[in-house]
């Protein structure tokens, strides 16, 4: 069963392939990072602008690399929420027409739980697979937009344990970034420079946050204002005393360790074992290094092209709702935020 799966939420304009769930047979993402990268920052306005205009193009590249012609699909798949709402109406508004112009099944998705089911996909050349995952795990969603332990039931069944008070954790890799002129947008850059960096050069400070409700709560603020003011500090040092690759990966050990904090005291009280990882950040080597290291939990992350945005992991997720029947009406709306996001998402 074919499934095509359009993403257009943030800046990537996405579509692809996937067969039964599982084998991508064509994964296309257009990335707007050059036309964002001079405002150091999505603008919305410009992002569904340029969704509007490659819309078209990157859907039928996606069905050209698999070889499939419209009549062949079983299935459209698109992200209905959260995201920007201009951007997500454009792939929303693209997917129910050609659905109903095509008389294809129509399925509007969510696109953190697509995020978790990315880890699920495989290339088709692939020969051997890893087992599928057991529910229930726990998740561990972190993008430029959200950071969210959760309790994970089913493909469609979610459950948050802690997110952010504050700025996400891709945001903040973005914020120090950019003050700092490293390149954007951050996640990656940082990554790359903190490899050759000391990440005990510098030392900031963790939130206090393990009280009540905020057990498995996470703030990334504090942490960016205080690698931010620190460069002043670090100013008045002799400039070759200053390596931006120090800086970098000290943020870089900080906001993992923030993250994981919160995530193992999850694994403590639920007992669960298993964390499935998705979103941008998890592409972060320093994350998948130190989770792979912990030889009593099983980490389970998307191959590193398949944890940001990406048309893939909508038709994985779109094909598990569409095998039980369920189709979206064309009537389906975009919603920027999931109501009562912050404990009972979605
Ligand atoms: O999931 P995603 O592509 O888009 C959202 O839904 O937000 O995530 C984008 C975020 C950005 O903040 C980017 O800086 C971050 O993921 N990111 C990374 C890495 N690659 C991308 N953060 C840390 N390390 C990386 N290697
Ligand atoms: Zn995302």
Redesign the pocket.
């Known amino acids: 069963m074919n499934v095509l799966g359009i993403e257009s ?4 304009c996405a579509a692809a392939v996937v067969e039964d769930g599982i084998w991508v047979r064509s994964n296309v993402v257009a990335t707007q990072i050059p036309f964002h990268a001079v405002y150091k920052g999505v603008v919305p306005e410009i992002a569904s602008r340029k969704h509007t205009e490659w819309i078209y193009a990157v859907v039928q590249e996606a069905l050209s690399q698999a070889g499939l012609e419209p009549p062949d699909l079983d299935g459209l798949a698109v992200t209905a929420q959260p ?1 920007l709402l201009g951007s997500l109406l454009v792939g929303l508004s693209f997917a129910k027409a050609f659905a109903w112009a095509k008389n294809i099944p129509f399925i509007a998705v969510d ?1 953190m739980l697509a ?1 978790l089911y990315a880890s699920q996909l495989v290339d088709p050349s692939v020969t051997v697979r890893a087992a599928p995952v057991a529910y229930p795990f726990l998740g561990l969603l ?5 950071s969210i332990i959760c309790r994970v039931d089913d493909f469609d069944s979610l459950t948050v344990l802690g997110t952010t008070i504050d700025d ?4 903040a ?2 914020k120090v ?1 950019n003050h700092y002129g490293f390149g954007y ?8 420079l903190a490899q050759t960096g000391d990440p005990l050069a510098f030392s900031f400070p963790l939130p206090k946050l393990y009280k009540g409700e905020h057990r498995y709560d996470l703030s990334y603020s504090g942490l960016k204002t205080a690698v931010i003011n620190q460069l002043e500090q670090f100013r008045q040092k002799p400039a070759s005393q200053i390596r931006a690759e120090d800086i970098a990966a000290s943020f ?1 050990k900080t ?1 993992v360790d923030i993250l994981l904090r919160s995530l193992f005291r999850a694994v403590e009280d639920t007992g669960l074992t298993t964390t499935v990882a ?10 998948r290094r130190l989770l792979g290291e912990r030889q009593d939990l099983r980490c389970i992350f998307p191959s ?1 092209e398949l ?3 990406n048309g893939a992991m909508i038709a994985g997720l779109g094909y598990r709702y569409l095998i039980r029947g369920e189709r979206s009406p064309l009537t389906a709306l975009a919603c920027a935020r999931v109501k009562a996001f912050k404990r009972s998402y979605p």
Do not use: M, R, T
């Not at 996400?168 to 945001?171: D, F, Q, R, T, Y």
């Not at 947008?185 to 790359?192: C, F, Y």
């Open positions: 939420s943030c800046d990537e995201g696109h995020h972190v993008s430029g937009g959200h996400a954790v891709g945001e890799f973005d970034s947008p951050g996640g990656a850059v940082i990554d790359k870089q906001a998705g979103g941008g950040v998890a592409a972060n080597s320093y994350l590193p944890c940001g945005d």
